[in-house]
């Protein structure tokens, strides 16, 4: 098998005022043709400076200080920018995390990647637009043709994701480094782009280095792992020996945080990694995990353990390898939280009913010509939900399915178009402005991205003194006070009362908005993906904090989500949605078994298990999430249902059907024929 890259002992340094501080240290790698091999590891690990040191493109600020970086033999230290670029336009190609960034947002898609093409292999104009058409046919874009004309603003990050794959392919390169290519998308997204890179890199024999946080999509697409920490390898393995057996704690402690099948936050607590990373600038002589793991010995402090194989084939930087063991339980016993199980719930926080939100379009000059009006987009259409005290109900679908606009109807930061919307019991107009000073108390939000939630020019302290003295009225004094002890029920030390958001990391920035939103004690917390740009350790934790906060003040909590499987651990009720509609109201336990909707069967069977040795048929969804503005008649799922069953589906609307107290299912297919279907194949 022909090596392609060949890295031994690279290191990688950044300038930082007058200092140069280590980012790499050590780093070595070997990637075959037609190999898959994952790089994973916590944010600020050194992932994606690995990455970019491994193209030979590091910033202005960055260099490589030590090593040696072979591809196909040929030393890439020694090129020249110009034998770099030929490298670049032919042989190594990189797909990074953010595709909408990454591409012009001022030149349609298909331009770009023509140019891309033409810069690459100098062809005709003509030739290369068909090639662009068939390299979008490739990558599975609908109507590539029309997608070549569009903008990447008009495109969903699913096909934005897919549009720079097909222009890193389109050249056929040996090796290709995704960085984080799936981080933030969908699942079923997600299945389609995993499926397609297997497919893709099968029948080329290209090498991947497939660089993530996902322990579920490495288990399912790479035959090797390499896992880093603080800028070094702490281990690498085959695949499924490093999920069945790791040689590292740290290791251990990332497949430990994972949520479980069948895991629930009344059952048992996830299991956390604590403590920080190291900062750059005061990394010791021993090991970089030693204040984090729980086998430390002396030894481990005083002196640097070297990678070296424990096994054939395998490497770890541990004096205690052979002392890991797995599952993680022995080291960390679970403990059993303070939850009261599934369906014990107080009063009725909120409930909705028929509730609405569409959004006018402007009329372009066509509409104008002809005299008429665009439809409207229906964001959210006909929502019935209902949340009682101390319960969690999370909300799932793909992105563009009205989640976070509920959410923002709820909060009222928008205006309802029409249904009705209950908070405590009364009934809630629409407009912010209207709303009284005790209700807004009463609601509180934890954003997506704490890093645009957070008022960067106020320091934690601050951020948390503001709702203690406008909503709950605390003297200046009693919100100082108040103040330490949130930052306490977040794990956060006093300390950090003085620092400003660009001095945390994204773990410290969610846990400082979880503080906000639970500072004036309230009712109802809306979480809108709060854990979905998060390390699988930083994770597990903030759940914790969540299930632990929301016992002891017995808030509901509406929990949004596109990931099942931290929804399944924290929610007691689930509500699934798609196109602007609840497709499926459900228990969690009575989601995860059959019969459940088959847009809910299909999220579920995109879910990449954390086992290299499971193995679940995918069901792919046979296109994007058609326009809210342009609603398929019928069951707005039946254009991509894989368990259609003809002309009623696309005819008419589908009934609710009624399967407990509260829940129920809105598809044509009786619930005993679904539970039939279920039970076989996809």
């Known amino acids: 098998m022909t090596q392609l890259l060949d890295v031994r002992g690279l290191g ?34 050194g992932k994606s400076t690995a990455a970019l040191a491994l193209m030979h493109y590091l910033s202005a600020n960055g260099r490589i200080d030590g090593g040696d970086l072979r591809f196909l033999g040929e030393d890439m230290l020694a090129m020249d920018a110009a034998d770099l670029r030929r490298l670049w336009a032919r042989h190594i190609k990189l797909v990074p995390q953010n595709a909408g960034a990454a591409l012009n947002p001022s030149i349609k898609v298909g331009r770009q990647v023509a140019e891309a093409l033409k810069a690459a292999e100098g062809i005709a104009d003509e030739r290369a637009d068909q090639q662009v058409i068939e390299s979008f046919r490739d990558v599975n874009l609908v109507d590539p043709a029309q997608v070549a004309k569009r903008y990447p603003h008009e495109l969903s990050g699913g096909m934005q994701q897919r549009v720079a794959i097909a222009m890193a392919l389109m050249c056929q390169p040996d090796l290709l480094i995704l960085d984080e290519p799936t981080t933030g998308l969908d699942v079923t997204t997600e299945a389609v782009i995993l499926d397609l890179l297997r497919a893709l890199i099968s029948g080329r024999g290209a090498g991947v280095l497939y660089i993530t946080h996902n322990l579920g999509v490495v288990a399912q697409l790479c035959q090797r792992v390499v896992v880093l920490y603080a800028g070094e390898i702490m281990e690498e393995a085959p695949v499924a020996q490093l999920f069945a057996s790791p040689r590292h704690p740290y290791t251990l402690g990332l497949l430990s945080s994972l949520p479980k099948a069948g895991q629930r936050k009344a059952r048992s607590r996830l299991q956390t990694i604590h403590g920080n990373p190291p900062d750059l600038r005061s990394v010791g002589a021993g090991c970089v995990y030693a204040d984090r793991c729980p086998l430390t010995i002396e030894i481990c402090r005083r002196q640097k353990p070297p990678l070296e194989e424990v096994e054939p084939g395998r490497l770890a930087r541990c004096f205690r390898w052979a002392d890991v063991e797995f599952p993680a339980a022995r080291l960390a016993p679970i403990h059993e939280a303070a939850q009261a199980e599934a369906g014990v719930a107080g009063q009725m926080v909120m409930q909705t009913s028929q509730l609405a939100r569409h959004f006018s379009v402007p009329r372009d000059l066509v509409d104008m010509l002809r005299g008429r009006s665009p439809k409207p987009i229906r964001a959210v259409d006909g929502v019935n939900l209902r949340l009682r005290h101390g319960q969690t109900l999370g909300l799932v679908g793909e992105s563009g399915s009205g989640k976070t606009t509920l959410a923002r109807i709820v909060i009222g930061l928008e205006a309802r178009s029409g249904g009705k919307l209950e908070l405590f019991g009364a009934d809630i107009p629409g407009d912010l402005r209207s709303r009284q000073q005790d209700l807004l108390s009463q609601v509180q939000m934890v954003f997506q991205n704490p890093q645009n939630s957070l008022n960067p020019y106020r320091s934690v302290r601050q951020t948390l003194c503001r709702p203690l003295v406008k909503l709950r009225g605390l003297s200046a004094k009693a919100a100082e006070h108040q103040a330490m002890q949130l930052l306490e029920a977040v794990n956060l030390r006093a300390d950090y009362a003085d620092r400003y958001p660009d001095e945390l990391s994204g773990g410290e920035k969610q846990r400082v ?15 809108d993906e709060p854990v979905s740009a998060l390390d699988v350790s930083v994770q597990s934790a903030v759940l914790n904090l969540l299930a632990d906060l929301q016992d002891e003040h017995g808030s509901a909590c509406l929990f949004i989500s596109h990931n099942l499987s931290v929804v399944g651990y924290l929610a007691d009720v ?85 399967t407990g107290s509260g829940q129920g299912i809105r598809c044509h297919i009786p619930l005993d024929e679904l539970a039939v279907l279920q039970a076989g194949a996809p």
């Open 12 to 45: 990688v340094s950044y300038r930082m005022g007058r200092t140069w501080l280590r980012a790499l240290r050590e780093f070595t790698l070997q990637v075959d043709a037609g190999q898959i091999v994952g790089i994973v590891g916590e944010s600020g690990s």
């Open 513 to 527: 908005a979880i503080a906000r939103a639970f500072a004036s004690q309230p009712s109802l917390v809306i979480c």
């Open 574 to 658: 689930i509500a699934v949605m798609y196109l602007g509609q609840i497709v499926e109201v459900a228990s969690v336990d009575a989601l995860f078994r059959a019969p459940s909707h088959p847009y809910t069967e299909a999220l579920l069977a995109a879910i990449p298990a954390p086992d290299p040795s499971q193995h679940s048929e995918r069901i792919l969804l046979s296109d994007d999430l058609p326009s809210a503005q342009d609603l398929p008649s019928g069951c707005r799922f039946h254009t991509r249902c894989p368990r259609n069953i003809g002309e009623i589906c696309g005819r008419d609307e589908p009934p609710w059907r009624e």
